[in-house]
């Protein structure tokens, strides 16, 4: 099996798993124990019956379930996603998601880089001195900082950068970068100017380091363990008894082949990433579209929600497919195993 | 490795006498009859919840009343029985007279005889472990017919690894604390929470110089820590002689009652998830493995689809939907969520279980009990189910933490368990706001215990990993063990 009808069976693959997610969101929303036409309309509005019939028939609940099941799919499909009820109401859900997406995107952008940045040097750094104080310093901090819950460590970083201007003298706001408050949404229309990128890069900064430490301490773990194993091959031996410098044969022959595992882990981090924006963004206020699902949740606009989760849903396939490709890049054996 | 074991043992043993099995089953005996009250308050109270539980039946209601009724008698009698690890034992609540302290364990200060009941609690629940083990040891050493089991081994290696033993430390100290909740606060939630403003109790006003009584909700407004000026520390007391190991919350509540009893529900809702998960994973691997094809790819695209919505999404999505159903007011709505856990977590667990079930399928003894005639249901228990287990126990125990942190993560975003039960994850919102204030312990102290929880069960999770399967390296895990990114 060539390598192009490996991605190809897999991209036939995503299909029906999107239309699987989709389907039991759309159960779980329209044919669960919740009216979503009575959660849309106010204490007073349920009693109503003219409000609620409006209600009723703007969601289409009044046709068939199977004719509405097909009309709300097809809406998906064809990105129709009509206009939400309740937050920002009235508002074309399209709009909103090209609104809040951007900064989800520039969060989660930062948080993989930071993660990455920070977790596989250590990682490779506690794998070259195994088994010394540093090593193990490292590798604890990593499993520690693996285990704290993000909303909490959200809230003691905050806690943290407010009491900076008493402990060190500078305030966070006006260290380097000058931002208007700690917390907050990044200014996403001035990315384009130096001064913009940066003011909007430190503002997602805190919550980026919070949302990318699960995945730091797993790139970190793993990272480690691949430099000792390649450390332990053949060719690593041939290479020194060759009489390659210590230093390229740790740059050329050891990091570079302990790379290779961690591609694939990269990219799955990404569930997480996602999974953890909604408590994050909440904690920093950041106005992405993880904070848009909890404000839809807890407001009873199901009919919003279901569709955000069709946008991640969408997203998770996708990155999916991208860890596919890069797995026929990085390891060429992949598509040839015939699984 | 084994044997070399087993003759440090024989030589290091007391007595070599057959009695020792008889005074091993005294001294448990003995444990037994300190907390025999206590065990059975717990039982007849379960008995009496059930019949509370049981809705009308019609022509069943007299006789499920009367049951009740015998629930309810059997319950206040199993109350009367002494039990030494109790707060009525050993009372730290009490107050000072002007010269003395009046109505704590033996006239101590309330820190103290608090401090002298956790130690005992603690005590016993390490003397019970101690006489478990000790009774493994003795099976193994004279009671069991063989000398060597290949199931030695994995025990063996595990009690060489330090940092599994840590964890299961740590594990076992949680569990205690989630099993004696009610002996180890300072006070109880029923008195300190729930009904605050029926509870009376003295205390010694030194402005007038006199012992003087109040209500508990009227102390609670004046013991509250919201700030630097208002607050009760940790190990402190408040003006009203009440000591606070953990500080008080905003609402002026105790802290540690409030951990102690939340770590209940934390527990309750973690193991009947990751029980819940793990049989729905094992029961569909061994399926996906048996037959393979087109059974294992539509379970494949299930458990994809199902990954595919980020879990805290879902759980959020679900708590919402199922909020105002009969099944989400069971137990404050932990039932539910531990219900929608299982359902969501289980595709992760599937994941890693579903490869070693696919390789025992192929053995040859699988094969051997096909042509054999034996059911497929019989195959999957008897003859691929055992090679599978010590995985889901690898990963039973790292999701355990990942659910901890999850459910704390509802109650952080006011979902899942319902608000007047404690739940950690709520003292963190609680206590959100004055985090930079002087009132810092709020938030601080409910995510330092869940960040050791955690690192507690990841650990013994590598441990079991490390002991059952030496050559393998669980980075699959990693992503289980974190609650959907919680």
Redesign the interface.
Known sequence: MSRLTYVAKRFL?AI??????TT??WF??FM???DPATRLLSQGQTRNPAAYRAAQEQLGLNTPPLEHYLEYMTNLLTFDLGQTFLLYQGSSVNALILDFLPRTLWLGFWSVLIAVLIGVPLGFYAGMRSNTVADYLASFGG??W????????A??L??LL??LQGMIGVSWQQFLVPIDAISGSPDMSRIGTVDGFLAATKKVLPAAIV?GS?SMG?EM??GR?AVLEVRNEDFVDMAKAKGVSDRALVWKHVLRNALVPLVP?IT??A?????????VE?VFGINGI?WL??RA??Q?D?PL?GTL?YV??LM??GI?LIQDLLYTVIDPRVGLEGA | MAGATSDRERASTVRPTGSTALVWAGAGVALFALEAGALATFLTGMVADLFAFVPPLGPAQPAVATLAEWANAAQSAAREVPTLLSRETIPNGGYWNGRRWVGTFLGLEPALAWAVRVALVYGYAFACAGWAILGYRLYRREIRPTDWSPRDDVVDRFRSHTWGKFGLLVVFMFVVMAVFAPALGPTTVEQNMRESYSHEFSYWNSDAGEVQTTLVGQANLQSQSTGTSSRVMPFTYDDYNRYHPFGTLPTGRDLFTFIATGSRISLIIGVLSVGLSALLAASLALVAAYYRGRVDLGMVLLSDAVMAMPQLLLLIMLTQVLAETWIGGIYSGAFVLALIFAGTGWTYMWRSVRGPALQVAQRQWVDAARSFGQKPRVIMRRHMLPYITGYLLIYGSMTLGGAIIAIAGLSFLGLGVSPPTPEWGRAINLGQDYVTTGSWHISLIPGLLITIVVTGFNALGDGVRDAIDPQSDSAGGAAAGRGGGA
Do not use: D, K, Q
């Open positions: 693959l029906p798993v999107v239309w699987l997610g039991m969101t779980i929303i669960g124990p919740i499993i520690v693996r285990a704290m819950p993000n909303f909490w460590l809230i003691m905050l806690a407010g009491s949302l699960a797993n773990r793993i363990t882990i799955s981090e569930f997480l990433l996602i999974g953890g924006s909604v408590l909440t993880g699902f909890y949740a807890i009873g199901l929600v989760m991640f849903i998770i396939v999916n």
